[in-house]
Protein backbone atom coordinates (compact mmCIF):
# COMPACT_ATOMS: atom_id res chain seq x y z
CA UNK A 1 0.00 0.00 0.00
CA UNK A 2 2.82 2.42 1.03
CA UNK A 3 4.37 1.81 -2.62
CA UNK A 4 0.75 2.53 -4.27
CA UNK A 5 0.57 6.16 -2.32
CA UNK A 6 4.21 6.94 -3.24
CA UNK A 7 3.28 6.61 -6.90
CA UNK A 8 0.32 8.56 -6.33
CA UNK A 9 2.07 10.91 -4.61
CA UNK A 10 5.05 10.82 -7.30
CA UNK A 11 2.37 11.59 -9.95
CA UNK A 12 1.20 14.38 -8.63
CA UNK A 13 4.77 15.94 -8.43
CA UNK A 14 4.70 15.60 -12.41
CA UNK A 15 1.85 17.03 -12.76
CA UNK A 16 1.14 20.50 -13.98
CA UNK A 17 0.74 21.70 -10.75
CA UNK A 18 1.01 25.17 -11.38
CA UNK A 19 -2.17 25.00 -14.02
CA UNK A 20 -4.53 24.36 -10.82
CA UNK A 21 -6.90 26.49 -9.51
CA UNK A 22 -5.73 28.53 -6.86
CA UNK A 23 -8.47 26.58 -4.47
CA UNK A 24 -8.32 25.93 -1.34
CA UNK A 25 -10.49 22.59 -1.04
CA UNK A 26 -8.91 21.72 -4.74
CA UNK A 27 -6.39 23.05 -6.16
CA UNK A 28 -2.97 24.88 -5.38
CA UNK A 29 -3.93 26.36 -1.71
CA UNK A 30 -5.10 23.01 -0.58
CA UNK A 31 -2.07 21.13 -2.12
CA UNK A 32 0.92 24.39 0.17
CA UNK A 33 -0.68 23.17 3.06
CA UNK A 34 -0.44 19.55 2.21
CA UNK A 35 3.46 19.72 1.43
CA UNK A 36 4.12 22.33 4.48
CA UNK A 37 2.13 19.54 6.62
CA UNK A 38 4.25 16.66 4.74
CA UNK A 39 7.27 18.04 4.93
CA UNK A 40 6.86 18.22 8.29
CA UNK A 41 5.79 15.22 9.24
CA UNK A 42 8.23 12.99 7.05
CA UNK A 43 11.47 15.74 7.08
CA UNK A 44 11.24 16.25 3.77
CA UNK A 45 12.72 19.32 2.41
CA UNK A 46 11.76 18.58 -1.26
CA UNK A 47 8.24 18.87 0.21
CA UNK A 48 8.88 22.13 1.88
CA UNK A 49 10.19 23.72 -1.29
CA UNK A 50 7.45 22.69 -3.29
CA UNK A 51 5.07 24.01 -0.91
CA UNK A 52 7.23 27.52 -0.76
CA UNK A 53 6.52 27.46 -4.40
CA UNK A 54 2.96 26.85 -4.47
CA UNK A 55 2.57 30.08 -2.10
CA UNK A 56 4.61 32.01 -3.90
CA UNK A 57 2.95 31.33 -7.19
CA UNK A 58 -0.70 31.91 -5.50
CA UNK A 59 0.51 35.14 -3.39
CA UNK A 60 2.52 36.83 -6.03
CA UNK A 61 1.04 35.65 -9.74
CA UNK A 62 -2.43 33.95 -9.23
CA UNK A 63 -4.43 36.35 -7.70
CA UNK A 64 -7.30 38.70 -9.52
CA UNK A 65 -9.91 40.71 -9.29
CA UNK A 66 -11.95 38.08 -11.48
CA UNK A 67 -11.33 35.20 -8.94
CA UNK A 68 -14.29 33.33 -6.94
CA UNK A 69 -14.29 35.22 -3.74
CA UNK A 70 -16.23 31.99 -1.99
CA UNK A 71 -14.05 29.54 0.37
CA UNK A 72 -14.42 26.33 -1.86
CA UNK A 73 -13.37 27.91 -5.36
CA UNK A 74 -12.16 31.32 -4.31
CA UNK A 75 -10.37 33.76 -2.38
CA UNK A 76 -11.89 33.36 1.17
CA UNK A 77 -10.66 29.61 0.46
CA UNK A 78 -6.79 31.03 -0.48
CA UNK A 79 -7.06 33.64 3.06
CA UNK A 80 -7.92 30.79 5.10
CA UNK A 81 -5.09 28.52 3.88
CA UNK A 82 -2.56 31.56 4.23
CA UNK A 83 -3.80 32.03 8.19
CA UNK A 84 -3.69 28.41 8.95
CA UNK A 85 -0.39 28.31 7.34
CA UNK A 86 0.84 31.95 9.92
CA UNK A 87 -0.47 30.38 12.88
CA UNK A 88 0.87 27.47 12.83
CA UNK A 89 4.02 28.26 11.86
CA UNK A 90 4.69 27.49 8.49
CA UNK A 91 5.12 30.69 7.17
CA UNK A 92 5.90 34.11 8.47
CA UNK A 93 4.13 37.30 8.17
CA UNK A 94 1.89 39.66 8.92
CA UNK A 95 -1.17 38.40 8.44
CA UNK A 96 -3.18 41.11 7.67
CA UNK A 97 -0.98 42.85 5.10
CA UNK A 98 -0.54 39.50 3.11
CA UNK A 99 -4.22 39.52 2.73
CA UNK A 100 -5.11 42.97 2.21
CA UNK A 101 -5.62 42.07 -1.93
CA UNK A 102 -7.76 39.43 -0.90
CA UNK A 103 -9.53 41.25 1.45
CA UNK A 104 -10.54 44.47 0.10
CA UNK A 105 -11.88 42.59 -3.11
CA UNK A 106 -14.24 40.38 -0.72
CA UNK A 107 -14.86 43.87 0.88
CA UNK A 108 -16.31 45.25 -2.61
CA UNK A 109 -17.96 42.15 -3.92
CA UNK A 110 -19.67 42.17 -0.70
CA UNK A 111 -20.09 45.69 0.75
CA UNK A 112 -21.75 46.60 -3.08
CA UNK A 113 -23.70 43.70 -3.57
CA UNK A 114 -27.10 44.85 -4.15
CA UNK A 115 -28.78 41.51 -4.97
CA UNK A 116 -29.29 39.02 -2.26
CA UNK A 117 -29.42 35.92 -4.61
CA UNK A 118 -26.27 37.02 -6.32
CA UNK A 119 -24.95 34.56 -3.70
CA UNK A 120 -25.65 31.06 -2.61
CA UNK A 121 -26.42 30.02 0.89
CA UNK A 122 -23.43 27.56 0.72
CA UNK A 123 -21.04 30.83 -0.25
CA UNK A 124 -22.38 32.90 1.94
CA UNK A 125 -21.95 30.57 5.08
CA UNK A 126 -18.15 30.28 4.06
CA UNK A 127 -17.85 34.00 3.19
CA UNK A 128 -19.19 34.61 6.79
CA UNK A 129 -16.97 32.25 8.26
CA UNK A 130 -14.02 34.10 6.62
CA UNK A 131 -14.76 37.03 8.04
CA UNK A 132 -15.23 36.40 11.46
CA UNK A 133 -11.53 35.28 11.37
CA UNK A 134 -10.21 38.00 9.43
CA UNK A 135 -12.07 40.34 11.88
CA UNK A 136 -10.78 38.63 14.99
CA UNK A 137 -7.23 39.47 13.36
CA UNK A 138 -8.09 43.16 13.23
CA UNK A 139 -5.64 45.32 15.51
CA UNK A 140 -7.29 48.39 14.31
CA UNK A 141 -10.31 49.82 15.65
CA UNK A 142 -11.86 50.87 12.53
CA UNK A 143 -11.08 48.23 10.49
CA UNK A 144 -12.54 45.82 13.27
CA UNK A 145 -15.55 47.90 12.85
CA UNK A 146 -15.35 47.36 9.03
CA UNK A 147 -15.51 43.86 9.08
CA UNK A 148 -18.06 44.01 11.93
CA UNK A 149 -20.23 46.24 9.50
CA UNK A 150 -19.65 43.36 6.28
CA UNK A 151 -20.22 40.24 8.33
CA UNK A 152 -23.53 42.12 9.59
CA UNK A 153 -24.40 42.26 6.07
CA UNK A 154 -22.88 38.81 4.61
CA UNK A 155 -25.32 37.20 7.75
CA UNK A 156 -28.54 38.78 7.04
CA UNK A 157 -28.01 37.64 3.73
CA UNK A 158 -27.36 34.30 4.73
CA UNK A 159 -30.71 34.46 7.12
CA UNK A 160 -33.10 35.20 4.06
CA UNK A 161 -31.80 31.94 2.09
CA UNK A 162 -32.06 29.43 5.39
CA UNK A 163 -34.84 27.44 4.62
CA UNK A 164 -35.97 23.69 4.94
CA UNK A 165 -33.74 22.51 2.02
CA UNK A 166 -30.75 24.26 3.81
CA UNK A 167 -31.53 22.66 7.44
CA UNK A 168 -31.97 18.95 5.91
CA UNK A 169 -29.88 16.64 5.60
CA UNK A 170 -28.03 15.47 2.43
CA UNK A 171 -28.97 12.07 1.29
CA UNK A 172 -25.28 10.98 1.40
CA UNK A 173 -22.45 12.36 3.66
CA UNK A 174 -21.36 15.56 2.84
CA UNK A 175 -19.72 18.14 4.27
CA UNK A 176 -20.61 20.75 1.12
CA UNK A 177 -24.02 19.66 1.00
CA UNK A 178 -25.29 19.73 4.65
CA UNK A 179 -24.58 23.16 5.80
CA UNK A 180 -26.39 23.33 9.05
CA UNK A 181 -23.84 21.82 11.24
CA UNK A 182 -21.43 24.70 9.86
CA UNK A 183 -23.83 27.17 10.27
CA UNK A 184 -23.85 26.36 13.90
CA UNK A 185 -20.40 26.77 13.81
CA UNK A 186 -20.78 30.09 12.10
CA UNK A 187 -23.06 31.27 14.79
CA UNK A 188 -20.80 30.20 17.68
CA UNK A 189 -18.40 31.96 16.02
CA UNK A 190 -20.55 35.14 16.32
CA UNK A 191 -21.52 34.82 19.31
CA UNK A 192 -17.33 34.41 20.52
CA UNK A 193 -17.11 37.91 18.66
CA UNK A 194 -19.61 39.62 20.71
CA UNK A 195 -20.95 42.36 18.70
CA UNK A 196 -24.29 41.59 17.32
CA UNK A 197 -25.53 39.06 20.17
CA UNK A 198 -28.96 40.32 20.18
CA UNK A 199 -29.76 39.54 16.93
CA UNK A 200 -28.03 36.41 16.64
CA UNK A 201 -30.25 35.31 19.43
CA UNK A 202 -33.09 36.24 18.10
CA UNK A 203 -32.36 34.09 14.92
CA UNK A 204 -31.41 31.24 17.29
CA UNK A 205 -34.49 31.60 18.95
CA UNK A 206 -36.43 31.61 15.68
CA UNK A 207 -35.09 28.85 14.21
CA UNK A 208 -34.61 26.76 17.26
CA UNK A 209 -37.80 24.34 16.78
CA UNK A 210 -36.61 23.87 13.38
CA UNK A 211 -33.52 22.56 13.99
CA UNK A 212 -34.14 20.81 17.42
CA UNK A 213 -36.96 18.58 15.68
CA UNK A 214 -34.41 16.98 13.16
CA UNK A 215 -32.50 13.87 13.80
CA UNK A 216 -30.58 13.08 10.46
CA UNK A 217 -31.20 9.81 9.11
CA UNK A 218 -27.81 8.69 8.35
CA UNK A 219 -25.49 8.61 11.34
CA UNK A 220 -22.38 10.03 9.94
CA UNK A 221 -25.12 13.12 9.63
CA UNK A 222 -25.59 12.53 13.09
CA UNK A 223 -22.17 13.14 14.30
CA UNK A 224 -21.70 16.39 12.04
CA UNK A 225 -24.39 17.84 13.83
CA UNK A 226 -22.92 16.91 16.98
CA UNK A 227 -20.52 18.67 16.41
CA UNK A 228 -22.09 21.79 15.32
CA UNK A 229 -24.10 21.54 18.38
CA UNK A 230 -21.20 20.97 20.99
CA UNK A 231 -19.63 24.46 19.44
CA UNK A 232 -22.87 26.09 19.48
CA UNK A 233 -23.75 25.17 23.12
CA UNK A 234 -20.63 26.59 25.43
CA UNK A 235 -21.72 29.88 23.81
CA UNK A 236 -25.14 30.20 24.81
CA UNK A 237 -25.91 32.70 27.95
CA UNK A 238 -29.64 30.75 28.08
CA UNK A 239 -31.81 27.94 27.19
CA UNK A 240 -28.98 25.85 27.21
CA UNK A 241 -31.39 22.96 28.39
CA UNK A 242 -32.89 21.94 25.28
CA UNK A 243 -30.37 22.36 23.20
CA UNK A 244 -28.03 19.79 25.23
CA UNK A 245 -30.98 17.72 25.37
CA UNK A 246 -30.64 17.53 21.64
CA UNK A 247 -26.87 16.72 21.77
CA UNK A 248 -27.49 14.09 23.90
CA UNK A 249 -30.18 12.43 22.13
CA UNK A 250 -28.22 12.61 18.88
CA UNK A 251 -25.08 10.90 21.11
CA UNK A 252 -27.03 8.13 22.31
CA UNK A 253 -28.15 7.25 18.70
CA UNK A 254 -24.87 7.52 16.96
CA UNK A 255 -23.92 4.14 15.63
CA UNK A 256 -20.33 3.49 14.47
CA UNK A 257 -21.14 0.22 13.05
CA UNK A 258 -23.57 1.14 10.86
CA UNK A 259 -21.26 4.30 9.67
CA UNK A 260 -18.89 1.81 8.96
CA UNK A 261 -20.15 -0.99 7.23
CA UNK A 262 -23.47 0.66 5.58
CA UNK A 263 -22.35 5.02 5.05
CA UNK A 264 -18.33 4.46 4.46
CA UNK A 265 -18.17 1.50 1.86
CA UNK A 266 -15.62 1.41 -1.10
CA UNK A 267 -14.14 5.02 -1.70
CA UNK A 268 -15.97 7.17 0.78
CA UNK A 269 -12.54 8.20 2.17
CA UNK A 270 -11.94 11.58 1.42
CA UNK A 271 -12.06 14.36 4.12
CA UNK A 272 -15.02 16.02 2.00
CA UNK A 273 -17.79 12.87 1.93
CA UNK A 274 -15.74 10.29 3.51
CA UNK A 275 -13.89 8.08 6.46
CA UNK A 276 -11.14 10.88 6.69
CA UNK A 277 -14.23 13.13 7.97
CA UNK A 278 -15.42 10.54 10.44
CA UNK A 279 -12.08 10.44 12.04
CA UNK A 280 -11.58 14.05 12.23
CA UNK A 281 -15.13 14.39 13.71
CA UNK A 282 -14.68 11.84 16.32
CA UNK A 283 -11.16 12.89 17.58
CA UNK A 284 -12.05 16.54 17.62
CA UNK A 285 -15.18 15.46 19.77
CA UNK A 286 -13.39 13.20 22.39
CA UNK A 287 -10.59 15.97 22.58
CA UNK A 288 -12.50 18.58 23.21
CA UNK A 289 -16.09 17.72 24.41
CA UNK A 290 -14.96 14.43 26.98
CA UNK A 291 -18.60 14.20 28.30
CA UNK A 292 -19.62 13.10 24.54
CA UNK A 293 -16.84 10.88 24.17
CA UNK A 294 -17.32 8.20 21.55
CA UNK A 295 -15.03 5.27 21.94
CA UNK A 296 -13.40 4.32 18.59
CA UNK A 297 -10.95 2.15 17.35
CA UNK A 298 -8.44 4.24 15.25
CA UNK A 299 -6.68 0.91 13.88
CA UNK A 300 -10.15 -0.06 12.39
CA UNK A 301 -10.39 3.43 10.79
CA UNK A 302 -6.64 3.67 9.50
CA UNK A 303 -7.06 0.11 8.08
CA UNK A 304 -10.51 1.21 5.99
CA UNK A 305 -8.60 4.01 4.67
CA UNK A 306 -5.58 1.75 4.06
CA UNK A 307 -7.73 -0.81 2.07
CA UNK A 308 -9.82 1.16 -0.44
CA UNK A 309 -9.77 0.48 -3.67
CA UNK A 310 -9.86 4.27 -4.08
CA UNK A 311 -6.13 3.94 -4.02
CA UNK A 312 -5.91 1.89 -7.35
CA UNK A 313 -8.34 4.07 -8.83
CA UNK A 314 -6.39 6.83 -8.06
CA UNK A 315 -3.46 5.14 -9.59
CA UNK A 316 -5.37 3.73 -12.69
CA UNK A 317 -7.93 5.87 -13.80
CA UNK A 318 -7.30 9.28 -14.90
CA UNK A 319 -10.97 10.49 -14.20
CA UNK A 320 -11.11 9.77 -10.66
CA UNK A 321 -7.45 11.06 -10.03
CA UNK A 322 -8.24 14.45 -11.65
CA UNK A 323 -11.44 14.56 -9.45
CA UNK A 324 -9.36 13.49 -6.35
CA UNK A 325 -6.50 15.12 -6.32
CA UNK A 326 -7.14 18.42 -3.54
CA UNK A 327 -6.68 18.34 -0.14
CA UNK A 328 -10.07 17.93 1.00
CA UNK A 329 -12.03 16.17 -1.74
CA UNK A 330 -8.89 13.88 -2.69
CA UNK A 331 -5.97 11.64 -1.17
CA UNK A 332 -3.64 14.51 -0.17
CA UNK A 333 -6.42 14.71 2.63
CA UNK A 334 -5.99 11.64 3.04
CA UNK A 335 -2.77 11.25 3.50
CA UNK A 336 -2.47 13.66 6.23
CA UNK A 337 -5.22 11.87 8.31
CA UNK A 338 -3.64 8.80 8.25
CA UNK A 339 -0.57 10.67 9.39
CA UNK A 340 -2.55 12.10 12.03
CA UNK A 341 -3.59 8.82 13.24
CA UNK A 342 -0.21 7.52 13.34
CA UNK A 343 1.00 10.16 15.61
CA UNK A 344 -1.51 10.10 17.75
CA UNK A 345 -2.42 6.56 17.92
CA UNK A 346 1.01 4.97 17.28
CA UNK A 347 0.34 2.22 19.65
CA UNK A 348 -2.42 0.93 17.12
CA UNK A 349 -1.54 2.31 13.78
Same mark, same amino acid.
Not at 59 to 80: C, K, R, T, Y
Not at 187 to 196: G, M, N, T, V, W
Given at each position: *???????????????????????????? *?????????????????????????????????????????????????????????????????????????????????????????????????????????????????? *???????????? *???????????????????????????????????????????????????????????????????????????????????????????????????????????????????????????????? !????????????????????????????????????????? !???????????????????? !??????
Amino acid at each position: *MKEIQKKITDKLLLSEINRYPVSLLHGK *MGLSIYFFQMSKNETKPEYQSIAEQLLEQILQHDLSPNHSIDVEEGLAGVGLGVTWLIKNGFVEGDLNEILETIDDIIFRRIAFQENQFHFSSTKLLGLTGYLIIRQKEQTDTN *MRTVYQDLIIKA *MNMLYAKIDDDFLNESYSFSIYHYQLPALLWVISKLIEADFYNYRIYKILDELRLRILSRIPLLHSNRLYLLWGLLKLIPCLNQDQESWIKHAKLLHQEISLDEIFENEMISRKIFISNGLSAIYILL !HYINCNFPEYRIAFDPQTIYNKLQSSDAWNALLERDYFYNI !HHGLLNGFPGVQLVLSHIKQ !HYEQNA
